[in-house]
């Protein structure tokens, strides 16, 4: 028997499909005909394809509801600076 393994690429690429298909469901049109958001970034901290697009969401539609995504599953990536210093911490 032949065993198949997704690469971490494949994974992301499945991801962007299932993304686009929330998309397309709720908005009409896909996730490519709005700015740029950081989907990679939420795609490895672990973000749903739901979460990405309640993200997308609150981003380019503030203060819209969708009637099919209920909001982020995961936690919502805060950023905290120190008292020295301006830049990102986490960077």
Do not use: H
């Amino acid at each position: 028997m032949i065993a198949l393994e997704l690469t971490e690429k494949d994974r992301f690429e499945a991801w962007l499909k299932e993304l686009d298909e929330i998309c397309f469901d709720e908005l009409g049109f896909s996730y490519k005909d709005l700015p740029n958001q950081t989907y990679r970034i939420w795609f490895d901290d672990g973000y749903t394809a739901e979460d990405a697009f309640y993200e997308l969401a609150e981003n380019c539609y503030v203060g819209v509801e969708f009637e099919n995504v209920q909001g982020p599953i995961s936690s919502t990536y805060t950023q905290e600076f120190d008292d020295s210093s301006d830049a990102d911490p986490g960077l």
